[in-house]
């Protein structure tokens, strides 16, 4: 059992979402950063859609009551283990009684903590995946406590940086949309200057700030929408549509954010600064290849690590 002793900023239990249920309104949900989820849990040699706990900025404490094995990916928080510091993006063994505590983001703004076996909480339309605006799923809150597997097996020494953060200016990969063509200059005008996340964003969506962009104003009916759509109210300020958005939307739909981007997109910080870049369905496809690519080179090499110490268990 692990036991929360701080639920940090805004923790939450995420898997990879909610499929096949957008027909009758409910969000997708899941990790913002699908990368860094499955990554934690590939670290574990797991299922990749087995429950995490997303933080955001600002990490939980949570005290274990039984041993266990943790993998920690996404931000760079500050993370140790009593007092212990240890680094993301590696396996680490915890004992009963000790404390995990994920402090502040240096880089980026949600970190994924996997625990080996994953975290015993119950699904709802086919995901545990916390989404407020329905009251679905768990966020942390203190003397919360969650049912766990206990591991008290050796681990391996086994790291790998797919899935972290990296102290860079974030560019989103994106491509035409339903309604680019009523953009002045296209997607061009919304790649050649930079954009600010406002700090009025959440997990439906980030408000983006820069010199409006300009627009033919037409009446439309509502569409659907997906994480990564764009869409242009008129005031001429973006909006970037996150994990828990809704399923259909009535502003233009400006660009998409390609999936292999989406992990960006869970990265970013309020008042940061971000560049569009405008990519082809070619590309976009190309980019996810390799980002699935290097997943599975982690889940091998994982796999073999956690294999090697099976004589000893």
Same mark, same amino acid.
């Given at each position: 059992?692990?036991?929360?002793?701080?639920?940090?900023?805004?923790?939450?239990?995420?898997?990879?979402?909610?499929?096949? *249920?957008?027909?009758?309104?409910?969000?997708?949900?899941?990790?913002?950063?699908?990368?860094?989820?499955?990554?934690?849990?590939?670290?574990?040699?797991?299922?990749?859609?087995?429950?995490?706990?997303?933080?955001?900025?600002?990490?939980?404490?949570?005290?274990?009551?039984?041993?266990?094995?943790?993998?920690?990916?996404?931000?760079?928080?500050?993370?140790?283990?009593?007092?212990?510091?240890?680094?993301?993006?590696?396996?680490?063994?915890?004992?009963?009684?000790?404390?995990?505590?994920?402090?502040?983001?240096?880089?980026?703004?949600?970190? =994924?903590?996997?625990?080996?076996?994953?975290?015993?909480?119950?699904?709802?339309?086919?995901?545990?995946?916390?989404?407020?605006?329905?009251?679905?799923?768990?966020?942390?809150?203190?003397?919360?406590?969650?049912?766990?597997?206990?591991?008290?097996?050796?681990?391996?020494?086994?790291?790998? *940086?797919?899935?972290?953060?990296?102290?860079?200016?974030?560019?989103?990969?994106?491509?035409?949309?339903?309604?680019?063509?009523?953009?002045?200059?296209?997607?061009?005008?919304?790649?050649?200057?930079?954009?600010?996340?406002?700090?009025?964003?959440?997990?439906?969506?980030?408000?983006?700030?820069?010199?409006?962009?300009? =627009?033919?104003?037409?009446?439309?009916?509502?569409?659907?929408?997906?994480?990564?759509?764009?869409?242009?109210?008129?005031?001429?300020?973006?909006?970037?549509?996150?994990?828990?958005?809704?399923?259909?939307?009535?502003?233009?739909?400006?660009?998409?954010?390609?999936?292999?981007?989406?992990?960006?997109?869970?990265?970013?910080?309020?008042?940061?600064?971000?560049?569009?870049?405008?990519?082809?369905?070619?590309?976009?496809?190309?980019?996810?290849?390799?980002?699935?690519?290097?997943?599975?080179?982690?889940?091998?090499?994982?796999?073999?690590? *956690?294999?090697?110490?099976?004589?000893?268990?």
């Amino acid at each position: 059992m692990i036991e929360v002793i701080s639920g940090g900023l805004y923790s939450s239990i995420q898997d990879l979402g909610r499929r096949g *249920w957008r027909q009758l309104g409910f969000a997708r949900s899941g990790a913002m950063d699908p990368l860094a989820a499955q990554a934690a849990n590939a670290l574990l040699n797991q299922d990749g859609n087995l429950a995490v706990i997303e933080a955001t900025l600002i990490g939980p404490s949570l005290r274990f009551h039984c041993d266990s094995a943790v993998a920690i990916t996404g931000a760079t928080m500050t993370i140790t283990i009593d007092s212990a510091a240890v680094e993301p993006g590696q396996v680490h063994a915890i004992k009963a009684g000790q404390t995990l505590t994920l402090g502040r983001a240096k880089h980026g703004c949600r970190s =994924y903590l996997a625990i080996k076996g994953g975290i015993d909480t119950e699904p709802v339309l086919g995901s545990v995946s916390h989404q407020s605006q329905l009251g679905l799923g768990q966020q942390l809150s203190v003397g919360d406590t969650y049912a766990i597997r206990p591991y008290r097996q050796p681990v391996p020494i086994c790291h790998s *940086w797919v899935g972290l953060v990296w102290p860079l200016t974030p560019v989103l990969g994106c491509f035409a949309s339903a309604q680019t063509d009523r953009l002045e200059h296209g997607l061009t005008s919304l790649c050649q200057a930079p954009w600010q996340v406002s700090p009025q964003g959440n997990r439906l969506g980030l408000r983006l700030c820069g010199d409006p962009l300009s =627009y033919q104003p037409a009446t439309m009916a509502s569409e659907p929408v997906l994480p990564g759509t764009v869409q242009l109210p008129s005031n001429g300020q973006p909006i970037i549509l996150g994990a828990d958005c809704q399923s259909v939307g009535g502003y233009p739909k400006i660009a998409q954010v390609a999936e292999s981007s989406l992990t960006t997109l869970g990265q970013l910080r309020p008042n940061q600064q971000l560049w569009f870049e405008a990519i082809s369905l070619t590309e976009a496809r190309a980019r996810l290849k390799r980002q699935h690519r290097h997943l599975r080179q982690l889940r091998l090499s994982a796999q073999q690590r *956690w294999q090697q110490l099976e004589p000893n268990q």
